[in-house]
């Protein structure tokens, strides 16, 4: 049997087959550029992905630096709320030590004011008593001129 012959009877198989191999051909080329284009999604959402995790990676690093600012702003607010608290009991002392030394100057004023009014009554006396020595001199005096006269 000649090749001829041969296609000739096998002429319908052999259309089915080249039908169906150029039918696989398209198919695999399809495939292939559905291949072709995941690839290239897949390079595109690997970018995306890298994108996003130095996104991520600074994101983190801000929130560790945020982070660290409000601990050290945490930290002085505690000093602050210390030394307001050390200057609110300083006050308190400091009231407290006003109000003695009010009370040690009013007791003061009263014994200054007590000691004036006794030095005024001593200087009271003390010129009735100059008054009386000056009058006991001058009868003295006078005394004495009597004397010398009647002597």
Not at 1 to 26: I, P, T, V, W, Y
Not at 49 to 56: A, H, I, R, V, W
Not at 134 to 139: G, P, Q, T
């Amino acid at each position: 049997m000649e090749l001829r012959d041969f296609k000739q009877q096998h002429k319908g198989q052999f259309d089915q087959l080249c039908s169906d191999n150029e039918r696989l051909s398209r198919t695999c080329q399809e495939q292939d550029n559905t291949i072709k284009n995941l690839h290239g999604d897949v390079h595109k959402l690997s970018k995306k992905l890298e994108d996003s995790n130095f996104d991520l990676h600074t994101t983190k690093s801000a929130l560790r630096a945020r982070d660290e600012n409000l601990s050290h702003v945490q930290k002085k607010l505690d000093e602050f709320s210390r030394t307001c608290q050390e200057q609110d009991n300083t006050i308190k002392n400091l009231d407290g030590d006003v109000h003695k030394l009010s009370k040690k100057l009013e007791d003061s004023n009263f014994d200054l004011n007590s000691t004036k009014s006794a030095l005024r009554a001593r200087d009271e006396n003390l010129s009735h008593v100059q008054k009386q020595l000056d009058d006991a001199n001058k009868s003295l005096a006078r005394l004495q001129v009597n004397t010398r006269l009647k002597i």
